[in-house]
């Protein structure tokens, strides 16, 4: 099959495909969505990652020891836990210490022809839900997990920063909790399309306000962070959402001082997405940039890095 591996350098090659064992699913990928941990992997991200990339996904269960899953449409949770480890037990299997991650540590991923994954990360995608939308239940799952974390409620200043792929899902999440949500960015168009949507924009040059109950971090750049950090009020809440590539360093001094919860905050349950999408019925389509076929993926990954671009989605049926 044909697969975008990483291996200190991105190619599109001819690989084994995947052989299914027991207890695992063998599905055809359908469409995949660089997301931009993907590229932070081929910036270094994951220290000696090799393989294939890949974890936003969709496809059809080809093989599985339950008949009844042939021919599902399906996505996966990304995190294969061992189901024995403390955390595991707790049902915080995407915190396993054994835990393989899908395209991202010792596991070959989706952007491929063919992925296997083990029965218990499957989740069914239903009929209304289509194909374009299906392809951000990671991601929208990884943005509903802010919620989980903290009290985000009615009349609650928050300042989101950050107009990139994530960002803008965070923003449709929060929309829904009634605070009182300020997202700043750097891209006039990509905030056009939260302003048509109600949402309070300002380009990061006419912004300077300080004193949020919350600040979510979602930029990907570590100069936002110091920025956040200042515009946390005292015994608020910083939410950390972005993968950074390279390591920096700050004063953890105002954390002490103004006594700041900080929150890193990654992955989240894929059923609430679904139930998000069904419930809010949100502008997806929306947020899709460009789609290439499987071949092309070099320069989908091009494109992804352009500034202005939002979701980029590699297209497995037209290889």
Known sequence: MKAVVFDGKLHVDDVAAPQRRPGEALIKVSRAGICNTDLEITRGYVQGFKGILGHEFIG??????????????????????????????QGLGRHCVNRTVLGIVNR?????????????NIVEIPSEIADDEALFIEPLAAAL????????????????????????????????????????GKHVEKLRLLKNLDIDTLLLGDFNKTGFDVVIEATGNPTAFALGLECVKPRGVF?????????????????????????????????????????????????ISAQFPLREALRAFEYSQRPETLKVALLMDNT
């Open 60 to 89: 059809i269960v080809e093989a599985a020891d339950d008949k009844a899953m042939i021919g599902q449409r399906v996505t996966t949770e990304i995190n294969c836990a061992c189901g024995k480890c403390e955390f595991c037990k």
């Open 108 to 120: 070959d991923g989706a952007f491929a022809e063919y992925v296997t994954v083990p029965m218990e």
């Open 145 to 184: 997990e802010i919620l989980d974390q903290v009290d985000i409620s009615r009349g609650k200043s928050v300042l989101l920063l950050g107009d990139g792929k994530l960002a803008l899902l965070i923003a449709l999440v929060l929309q829904t909790c009634g605070s009182n949500l300020l997202v700043v």
């Open 239 to 287: 939410v950390l959402k972005s993968t950074y590539g390279q390591a920096f360093s700050f004063n953890p001094a105002s954390v002490v001082v103004n006594e700041i919860t900080m929150i890193g905050s990654r992955c989240g349950l894929f059923y609430k997405a679904i139930e998000f999408i069904l419930d809010y019925n949100p502008p997806l389509r929306q947020f």
